[in-house]
């Protein structure tokens, strides 16, 4: 199971966009806190999990069109590839699968990435809102969600999203 840190999609994006140039430190072990982040939650322990949710990734598809959950609320969504190429979990905006999008191209074109395997190399990539699974790996992630609003769940390994690998998630206002 690999994870992702935020703050290289911050970097990512900020090469861009400058006005989102609030992270810090270097390319591979930075900890910024990018402002494109606001509102969409945190990773959470999952042992306070109120809900779990399951997903199954092929190729290329999610096995959920659309995910609603509730703020406030902490979910853990328990994952299983079971395609045959390397598939990815990603809860973010619309900014932040792209600016990670950009990233895994990176990975690919360095070779810590490739269709079908994620080298151990990848675990870099780090930690928060995505996982990314080698075929026939399972993982989870848990996530606290914060504000209501429409996010999506991707697979940003490159060409997937493109293929229709991503989903709404929307986070209804606590009741
Ligand atoms: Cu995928």
Redesign the pocket.
């Known amino acids: 199971m690999r994870t992702t840190p935020i703050a290289l999609f911050a970097l990512a994006l900020a090469a861009g966009q400058p006005a989102l140039a609030a992270g810090g430190g270097d390319h591979t072990h930075g900890h910024g806190h990018g402002g494109m982040r606001d509102g969409i939650g945190h990773p959470a322990d999952p042992a306070k999990a109120d809900r779990v949710i399951e997903v199954t990734?092929t190729?290329?598809a999610f096995s959920r069109e659309e995910i609603r959950v509730k703020a406030g609320r902490t979910v853990t969504f328990k994952l299983r590839n079971a395609?045959d190429?390397?598939?990815?979990f990603s809860l973010g905006t619309k900014a932040i699968h792209e600016a990670h999008q950009e990233e895994m191209q990176h990975m690919m074109a360095e070779g810590t990435l490739t269709p079908r395997h994620m080298a151990e190399g990848g675990h870099h990539h780090g930690s928060g809102n995505s996982v990314m699974l080698n075929p026939g790996e399972t993982g989870q992630l848990t996530w606290q969600f914060e504000s209501p609003m429409t996010i999506s769940f991707a697979?940003n390994?490159p060409g997937?999203f493109q293929a229709g690998?991503h989903g709404p998630l929307t986070v209804r206002p606590p009741e």
């Open positions: 990734m190729d290329n395609g190429f390397v598939h990815e697979c390994v997937h690998m």
